[in-house]
């Protein structure tokens, strides 16, 4: 396609979108296609977790420091005792304070290469606040980089609006500490009062599973940045 037909279609699409019928059409289309495609997400996730989920936690008790499992992947341990049936990917936190840019080289040894970054307004230092995706062909996880101050524990998480705009969130929990549970056989590092820190997240029916929730829905946001995310490739 060259770049005059590029623009032609950028055009019509916009113009589609404008119209409230077929924009409603192109919404579901959408909708439906990002279903599909998580839910093949999801079978290779499923199929594979348990094989490589005690290499990621022995990677990242190798660093040395501070980290934890979070958003689907601490509900599934506290809710389920196991990895929710629908997901399709590890979610991990570290904190800002202990972030290294080379962090990244421990997860090659085990096959994880850092794919993409996302962050606010493309500032990578970490108190900034930012999340990275390693994937190792077959599962991948998403890396937040938490921030703590003033007894307060926030992180930014970023997602695509159906105009494909990058929205930054901020959201923010108490900081309790950390402790280690049995999960998967392991002693995995979670939020001291996991069920506190689900509940600020997904609400008081956290314990309830829900088919459709997306971080837009959180109860602990402390702010929204419709365009300021940044992504960035590597």
Not at 4 to 11: M, S, T
Not at 45 to 59: D, G, L, M, T, W
Not at 118 to 136: A, D, H, I, L, Q
Request: with cysteine.
């Amino acid at each position: 396609m060259s770049i005059y037909d590029n623009k032609i279609y950028r055009a019509a699409k916009r113009l589609l979108k404008s119209n409230p019928v077929t924009g409603g059409i192109l919404k579901t289309l959408r909708r439906k296609r990002g279903e599909k495609k998580q839910l093949a997400k999801s079978v290779v996730f499923q199929s594979n977790v348990r094989k490589y989920f005690p290499e990621v936690i022995n990677a990242f008790d190798n660093l040395g420091i501070d980290y934890f499992i979070c958003f689907g992947t601490l509900l599934g341990a506290i809710r389920e005792k196991d990895f929710i049936k629908h997901d399709d990917d590890l979610e991990m936190g570290v904190f800002s304070d202990q972030y290294d840019e080379n962090l990244f080289r421990n997860f090659e040894k085990i096959g994880f290469v850092r794919e993409y970054r996302y962050s606010m307004n493309g500032s990578y230092m970490p108190n900034e606040g930012f999340v990275e995706k390693y994937s190792n062909g077959v599962i991948h996880f998403d890396l937040f980089v938490f921030t703590r101050s003033r007894g307060n524990l926030w992180c930014w998480s970023y997602l695509r609006d159906e105009s494909d705009t990058l929205n930054a969130i901020k959201l923010s929990w108490k900081d309790n500490g950390l402790e280690r549970i049995p999960f998967q056989g392991l002693d995995v590092p979670v939020p001291v009062n996991a069920p506190a820190f689900l509940e600020a997240l997904y609400g008081k029916t956290w314990n309830v599973p829900c088919v459709f929730w997306e971080d837009t829905m959180a109860g602990n946001i402390a702010e929204t940045n419709k365009t300021d995310g940044r992504f960035c490739k590597f």
